[in-house]
Each structure stands twice: as structure tokens, then as C-alpha cells.
């Protein structure tokens, strides 16, 4: 498979995902102003929440495996701020296919921050495409960050590329709605026995009643 046939696909790939970015977005949205919209929302999230690992991870290994084959076979040479996203991703693909294995939701506490630093990055990089004069020494060597290598439908680049990815492991990661700590539920339980326990030694007669 040549470059550019890898490209097209990862573009592709590239505007599915912009896709699904705008439709979870505009759900979420949707879902604080109408109840209706609100409800559906939740259950589509919930049916959704056994695969949002898995996607999760699949989006970091797929956006991975490209930026090393772009590197390594196609001998596109990372920048500094390519580096800076290699390094936000590619502990990604450990850590939430460790979280598969375990069922741990628990990850994205530290995923998604690693995601959301990685994901500026990606902007901030795409942006330094267009506008080079936005370089305050970011890339003062080697080579230049405001290199395109290619651009798809006009606008997608390897950082937009890097993006979008980013953006869809916090979204899936956002999929499985928030629960209580286990401690919680078992405070809340002990609360409930000791509520309990009141009522009955109030209702228990006393020795004048008995």
C-alpha cells in the first residue's frame, strides 16, 4: 500500500470522526434543554458504555500506528511538537488497553487529561500550520513545525489528524456516565442500617408500655 493511499484513508478516517465528534457534541447539548433528548441520551449511553474502552483504545492505536508509519516508511520527519503529541498518545494505547483488561472506566481520570494536554498540542500545532507567525520558538531547530507533509480535503494535516484523535478518546471516554465510588455506596448503606436501627429502638414499647 503506497503513501498516498494511506493518507486518503486516514482522511477518511479523519472526517468520520469529526463526524461523530459533532453528533456526540450536539447530543450532549441537546440533552440540557429538552427533557426527551436528555433521556434518550442516557440510554444511548448506557448501551453504548461496554464498548467505550475498546473505541477508545482503538482510536490511540489506529492514530499510533499511523504516525509511526508516516515517520518510519513514509520518512515524514516529526517535528518537536509532533514528539510532544507522540508523547501523549502512545502511553494511550497502554494504559487503556490495560483498562480493557481490568474493566477499569477509572482510567480516563488520568487519560483524559493526558488526551486534553495532547489535544491542544494538535491545535495549537495545526493552527502554527496556517499562521507561522504564531511560532514563539516552539520549533527553533530541526525541523519546522509549519511543515505540511500533505493536506487532505484542504485541511487535514498530520496534527489535525493527531486532533481529532485526541478528541474522540476523551469523548468515548466521557460515554459511560459518572457513578459513585464504591466507599460512597457503602457509607450511604451504613447510613441506612443505623437509620434503621433508630427507628426500631424507637418503636420498641417501654417497660411502663410493655
Not at 47 to 54: G, M, N, S, V, Y
Not at 100 to 124: C, E, Q, S
Not at 148 to 167: D, H, Q, R, S
Request: overall charge negative; glycine content about 8%.
Amino acid at each position: 500500500m503506497d503513501v498516498t493511499t494511506v493518507i486518503s484513508i486516514y482522511g477518511l478516517l479523519a472526517l468520520v470522526g469529526i463526524v461523530v465528534l459533532a453528533w456526540f457534541a450536539l447530543m450532549a447539548l441537546a440533552s440540557f434543554f429538552a427533557d426527551s433528548v436528555a433521556v434518550g441520551w442516557a440510554g444511548i449511553r448506557e448501551r453504548l458504555t461496554p464498548f467505550a474502552l475498546t473505541a477508545a483504545w482503538g482510536v490511540a492505536l489506529l492514530a499510533a500506528a499511523g504516525s509511526l508509519y508516516f515517520s518510519e516508511s513514509a520518512n515524514y520527519i516529526p517535528c518537536t511538537l509532533c514528539w510532544y503529541q507522540r508523547i501523549a498518545m502512545y502511553p494511550l494505547v497502554l494504559i487503556l488497553g490495560i483498562a480493557i483488561f481490568r474493566r477499569d472506566i477509572g482510567v480516563r481520570v488520568y487519560a483524559i487529561p493526558l488526551a486534553a494536554v495532547g489535544a491542544a498540542i494538535a491545535t495549537y500545532h495545526w493552527f502554527l500550520e496556517r499562521f507561522p507567525e504564531l511560532d514563539y520558538g516552539a520549533c527553533s531547530s530541526g525541523i519546522p513545525c509549519t511543515q505540511k507533509w500533505f493536506e487532505e480535503f484542504g485541511f487535514i494535516t498530520l496534527p489535525f489528524l493527531a486532533l481529532v484523535a485526541f478528541g474522540l478518546v476523551i469523548t468515548f471516554l466521557l460515554i459511560p456516565p459518572l457513578r459513585r465510588s464504591s466507599r460512597e455506596d457503602e457509607d450511604e448503606d451504613e447510613g441506612d442500617v443505623d437509620d434503621e436501627g433508630e427507628g426500631e429502638e424507637a418503636s420498641a414499647p417501654g417497660p411502663d408500655e410493655a
